[in-house]
């Protein structure tokens, strides 16, 4: 199969690029790399050492013999390279990627949310209007986000995989109706994927595209297979305040001793998911699509859920690292119920990584091996929701 | 009140200005002169002979004694001026007609569907990013669509004003639940609508802005008592396949003895509004803003329902034409019923115009007034939901 793979020199990116290409499947990435920019603005660096994309290229062709293709493109800003690109390089499949994804970058300043709407959106829209423009059957799929669904909305209702059936009252009794689950995001980012949901329902039915959209819980974990083959091919590692993400962000604090940090009470619930599933799930995705004329394919990418203090909890009592109670930069409910649908990928052959499998140390290992490269002035999550909302000082000294 | 009316050159924006300075207000007109630039880039003009803003607001205060701001600025790129402007002016209320809003013209082409994405998604999101860094409490009220609910959705119970409540079912029996009613949007256009739904509902529940969406039916009409004073404040009169609305282009038609264009069947009903009307409405909807912390205030801006071809055959006993039945370039059902629900304005005093009430033959008037202006090759819509759909010939040659 040809995939283009955009947004594929990121976090979930690089490692779906190698994993599709070790599975025999033509891969060229689409990337700007602002995700690299970004972190010059923020002036942090991955935990971990990433290459520049022509040094991961040249190792990966080392070592397994397959060409990896890269286009250096911006999806919101160059839109007739990309439609001169679907026509050329003919793929049977876009996995897009390509969105500015963290939470609280999207919240840290005016200008951080107008870049993540204006580019988020405008990215999403013209890969729908470039692949109508192609006139070829190219299958989507889309990196979502539990975040769409908000928490606790259901009651005791697991949440659906996209689509909940409710009863309209009428005059004439109860209507059953399908609906797109209601949004409820929680952040500017988040807010994105559910505009981008409604894009991909209506070019879905004006122009029978063919699109599945994952709705990924929070990822940690680093290496895959095959970005653990050699150093040079090694996956980003996040450990900031505003790209970090959560878990992986609990194995670097306990790597240096530093306070494990959690905002608010740490009763949130969140879905999680280790970056060895993220792959597979794309995997299956793209081996799984939805026929012309079927809606949207909405699949919930998570595996496990826990309550935040819990891992924090977790990973005390495996390091000895204290935990440090934080005020929440966010507005969010202190505490929240989560339950989520799953049945999709497991039905179509998911096989979970747990935290319990053993994955966790080796990621703490990471964080270990690379602890020198932390700048302890970027750990504690700055970005807040409104302005004036308190942050926390840095809990330990340079 | 001091107001900034954002796209106040346009067909609603124009007299909706008007009839907020004859109330005494204190406005500001906000537009790029978009409307006028796609005249240009369709060949194309107003059937009335409207004039330059500064023509427009030097006769309105030779006849009104009133002074009415212009800024000319592009809410979608100028950001930082936008900003400012709201620090300097210091607006109580933003009224934003500020979108590209005709579905044909969004989907005409890929440019024309880009366009209405990034222009409308980005120009909303940055009022309400910009509402927020001013930290001023500025009311919005903004300019949405019937659109955004689709059609029929609901078997026989009304389209309510914004909100729906469906019971979800769960282990524990049915829970209630108030959601924004689901989106079904018709054309990239519509679409955008829906997305402009979702930003004010996340800013009104993390800013906690003051917010009023009117989901208008089809204006027709074409002047109201301030735009009527003086040729030089006449209002723009669309009629062209792009632009031109259902009504007031059948009205058009008669005037110069070309047949009626109904689209597919006419059986299509669809919700209609005098501009008339929609001044008031703008004007009740700033008297009665949401309080802060209130959720998005939806009002229907809609008063009388009527099938296309019903229109079309009142028009034709009223003047002889005939009716044309063209090939329908939009993806849509044939036939749809609509039962609207617009208590919220009959209850705050609106007392609509309707079509029964001799406004028919005022706009006949004004077509039959400036008939000569028409060009015949315009009239014939050619903007189609998807590629090579048929469209119609020209119906009389020049």
């Not at 942090?44 to 050492?49: A, D, G, I, R």
């Not at 993540?116 to 013209?126: K, M, P, S, Y």
């Not at 306070?259 to 619930?269: D, M």
């Not at 809606?295 to 203090?309: G, I, L, M, P, S």
Request: charged share 25%; aromatic share 8%; proline share 5%.
């Amino acid at each position: 199969m040809k995939v283009l793979v955009l947004g594929g020199d990121g976090f979930c990116g690089w490692p779906t690029s190698l994993h599709l290409s070790d599975l025999g499947h033509d891969v060229t990435i689409v990337d700007n790399l602002s995700r690299r920019e970004i972190d010059l603005e923020l002036e942090v660096e991955s935990l971990t050492p990433i290459r520049p994309m022509g040094e991961r290229l040249r190792a990966w062709k080392e070592l397994s013999g397959n060409d990896i293709g890269f286009v250096n493109l911006d999806l919101a800003e160059e839109y007739d390279r990309f439609e001169a690109l679907l026509k050329e390089y003919e793929p049977d499949a876009v996995v897009h990627f390509g969105e500015q994804r963290a939470a609280p970058y999207s919240m840290r300043s005016t200008a951080a949310k107008r870049y993540t709407v204006d580019n988020n959106v405008r990215g999403t829209h013209n890969v729908l209007a470039a692949i109508v423009a192609s006139g070829r059957d190219i299958a989507l799929v889309h990196l979502g986000t539990m975040g769409v669904y908000g928490y606790g909305w259901s009651g005791s209702a697991p949440i659906p995989e996209g689509y909940l059936t409710v009863k309209v009252p009428t005059p004439d009794g109860d209507l059953n109706r399908e609906i797109l689950h209601p949004a409820n995001p929680g952040s500017v980012y988040h807010m994105t994927k559910t505009l981008d949901q409604l894009l991909f329902a209506f070019y879905v039915k004006n122009d029978q595209l063919r699109v599945t959209d994952l709705h990924q819980g929070i990822v940690w974990g680093t290496q895959t297979p095959q970005t653990a083959l050699d150093e040079r091919l090694i996956n980003r590692f996040d450990y900031d305040g505003d790209y970090g993400t959560v878990l992986n962000r609990f194995l670097m604090q306990a790597a240096i001793g530093h306070p494990l940090t959690v905002h608010g009470t740490g009763g949130q619930t969140r879905a999680f998911i280790h970056i060895r599933d993220t792959v597979r799930c794309i995997q299956i995705a793209l081996e799984n699509p939805p026929a012309v004329g079927d809606q949207v394919k909405v699949f919930n990418q998570v595996t496990e859920t826990y309550r935040v203090r819990e891992l924090a909890e977790m990973i005390s009592s495996m390091t000895g690292v204290e935990v440090a109670y934080l005020p929440n930069p966010r507005q969010e409910a202190a505490e929240n119920e989560l339950n989520v649908s799953r049945d999709n990928f497991l039905e179509l052959g998911l096989n979970p990584t747990k935290l319990s499998e053993g994955l966790l140390e080796e990621s703490r290992d990471i964080a270990v091996k690379y602890r020198d490269r932390a700048d302890t002035t970027k750990i504690i999550a700055r970005s807040t929701w409104r302005k004036g909302m308190e942050v926390s000082p840095d809990l330990v000294k340079e």
